[in-house]
């Protein structure tokens, strides 16, 4: 049995090949160059998708079924991407266009509940009964797995974890919202810690700006972290507020859903117990249930950009 899946993201369209043990044997991959139309944002993902069947050496006749990991607000049983503004579209019939192109079984998710699904599956959050996984990107995505199935509200658009506030009339965050989650905790929200205490420091002494070559556009999420490896003190300083922000999410989430494990993932999630130590020393001080004897895990997530694909290609 196969399966495949695709991540349609902002930047790239990936279509894999999975087997039933959650293998993927082949990928492809195009530009998403967007904006364009619809019809040919379909092209493309057709295209990548029989490329990865070549390349798996099958025929669309193997593939079982086909499913489609979207950014966005995704409404699963009509198949229709209500709207995504990463990639510009409202009320995209999606699955009808693809099975057109295709002719075959088509499902589409939210690219975050999908990630969830494939950490469920087959990487992280494996044998737990009920599990979340983040992704600290440009934003923060979030995917709520309980008794195996994908939560996502009546509307299909729950999981929102991002936008939660955590600092009430806080930092305007990209959804219109003042102080969520994601303006303090994503990747971005680490970028703009790191240079605002750049721009307190005296140039000729900052590590974290030297390691930029001087360009403070430069500043990525390792930034701190790297120079808090060196023994900037004040890098540290970025760190340790940053950490904070982002365990005050992590427990409003373990103290409403109590999973068995929370995994993260995006690239801060490389930084491995460098980020994740101190995070489960805060979040072991505040989380609600910290008398019980089972407590979540909270581990980094094993399966990268892959957990999409692997996600969308198992979507019932």
Not at 90 to 100: C, G, I, L, R
Not at 288 to 304: E, M, P, R
């Amino acid at each position: 049995m196969y399966r495949l899946g695709i991540d349609l993201g902002g930047t790239n369209i990936v279509a894999g090949v999975v087997d039933e043990n959650y293998e993927i044997i082949a990928k492809a991959s195009c530009k998403t160059n967007v904006p364009r139309p619809e019809s040919e944002i379909c092209d493309s993902m057709a295209d990548v998708a029989l490329k990865a069947i070549e390349k798996a050496k099958l025929t669309i006749d193997d593939i079982e079924s086909i499913g489609i990991g979207v950014p966005g607000a995704v409404n699963p049983k009509t198949g229709v991407i209500e709207y995504s503004a990463n990639l510009f579209f409202h009320n995209w019939q999606v699955v009808k266009m693809m099975e057109e192109r295709l002719n075959t079984k088509i499902c589409v998710e939210n690219d975050a509940n999908a990630a969830a699904l494939g950490e469920y599956l087959a990487g992280s959050a494996k044998g737990a009964k009920n599990a979340i996984a983040i992704t600290l990107g440009t934003g923060i995505g979030g995917g709520i797995i309980i008794n195996g199935k994908i939560y996502s509200g009546s509307n299909y658009a729950g999981a929102e974890l991002g936008h939660m506030v955590i600092v009430k009339d806080g930092k305007e965050c990209a959804c219109g919202r003042k102080g969520c989650w994601e303006a303090y905790a994503s990747a971005t929200g680490l970028i703009n810690l790191t240079k605002q205490e750049i721009l307190k420091e005296n140039f000729d002494f900052s590590y974290m700006l030297k390691s930029c070559d001087g360009d403070i556009n430069k500043v990525t999420g390792k930034t701190a972290f790297d120079a808090v490896l060196a023994g900037d003190a004040n890098a540290k300083t970025v760190i340790d507020e940053y950490i904070g922000y982002l365990a005050c999410g992590l427990v409003n989430i373990i103290n409403i859903f109590q999973p068995d494990i929370l995994c993260i993932g995006g690239g801060i999630s490389n930084q491995g117990e460098n980020l994740l130590a101190p995070l489960r020393t805060i979040v072991e001080k505040e989380r609600y249930t910290k008398h019980n004897d089972k407590q979540t895990v909270i581990c980094k997530a094993s399966l990268g950009n892959d957990a999409g694909i692997i996600g969308a290609a198992f979507l019932e």
